[in-house]
């Protein structure tokens, strides 16, 4: 389903623009403003996001033949058309001519400060609203919490990973949208990353390693096949075990001109691991891979493990990321 469509609004905003249009106030100038009342995740900012998936839907807001047919079948409560015809033929021939105002995208705003302004006729200024809060409510709140995921991880890379638990593929491309904004520096999703121009970034699951005899062999196919892409998820069995078998599959590699980027604990005491994986890593010849981390991690988790001396370098951030974590929506 597209939801490039202006259907994408409330029932009563519906309803409110066609009692404009029998009042005859269609063209009425109005100014709506779009705020958050509280700040997200108990912190002390939030980050402006949306803005150009906002732009994006405002362009493309036309009704299509099947949209009007559609409206016309809806019914009133003693099952009489819910909508008039003249309002239906008003529809068909309806162009956007509100204005915007806005916050850039990524800039720190707080509650109460319109991040949105939209001027026009109050009919199409009541259509869009819904979309417009569904669009820059979402996208602020997970640009949000990517900053405090990055603001934890103290510069160093975090890479969103949130597709397969997002709330569908439209959450999971707005999300990484989002996070991107928020500081994020890839993504997983390949599709966020052809739309928006994300860098993507990805190693290999437990089932590649499944799928073979041993953990060696599974590394050295993957490094066969892509030897300029050679991070290997250590964890499947031994997590250290793994490692001494990535630095084996390492040193090929370098016989060949290539490297090990690094290996990825998915599961454990990552702060342990981490440490212990760093050792082996270095007295194999590997002080440059890099050791990233994942596994439900979010800004509160990435700083226990700072404190813990982890030897964690990357970050990968998908559940809590992408669906807000203990924060479902930005408050209205």
């Known amino acids: 389903m597209n939801t490039n469509n202006p259907l994408l609004t409330d029932l009563y905003q519906l309803t409110m623009a ?38 994006e839907w405002l362009e493309g807001f036309r009704f299509e033949a099947d949209d009007i047919e559609y409206l016309g ?3 009133d409560a ?86 397969r638990r997002a709330q569908g593929p439209g959450g999971a491309l707005a999300a ?25 970034k990805g190693t290999h699951a437990h089932s590649w390693v499944m799928s073979f005899e041993t953990e060696l062999e599974a590394f050295e196919q993957y490094a066969a096949a892509l030897p300029g892409n050679c991070t290997f998820l250590v964890d499947t069995y031994d997590t250290l075990e793994g490692v001494r078998n990535a630095v084996k599959v390492g040193k090929k590699l370098q016989e060949t001109g ?39 991690l979010d800004e509160s988790l990435i700083e226990s493990l700072k404190h813990q001396g982890a030897k964690i370098s990357v970050w990968g951030v998908g559940t809590r990321l992408v669906t807000g974590g203990d924060q479902a929506a930005l408050g209205g």
């Not at 707080?110 to 409510?137: D, K, V």
């Open 258 to 296: 290539h490297r090990l980027l690094g290996i990825r604990l998915d599961s454990g005491d990552l702060a342990w691991l981490s440490q212990q994986a760093r050792v082996i890593l270095d007295e194999g010849g590997f002080p440059d891979a890099a050791i990233v981390a994942s596994n439900d």
């Open 176 to 200: 990484s949208r989002a996070a991107h904004i928020g500081g994020c520096a890839t993504t997983s999703n390949v599709l966020a990353g052809k739309a928006y121009g994300i860098p993507v």
């Open 18 to 55: 066609a009692a404009y249009h029998a009042s005859g106030r269609s063209e009425q100038e109005a100014a709506f403003h779009l705020f958050f009342r509280t700040l997200p995740f108990k912190g002390g900012y939030a980050i402006a996001a949306g803005l150009g998936s906002v732009v």
């Open 78 to 163: 003693e099952n009489g058309p819910l909508l008039r015809q003249d309002f239906l033929d008003y529809l068909k021939d309806l162009k956007l001519t509100v204005s915007i105002d806005a916050m850039p995208e990524g800039t720190l705003v707080f509650p109460h400060q319109p991040l949105l302004r939209i001027t026009g006729p109050i009919l199409q200024c009541q259509w869009i609203e819904s979309a417009l809060l569904n669009i820059i409510n979402f996208q602020t709140l997970i640009a949000t919490k990517a900053a405090r995921v990055c603001l934890a991880a103290q510069g160093e890379p975090v890479l969103e990973m949130g597709l």
């Open 73 to 75: 079948t809806l019914r």
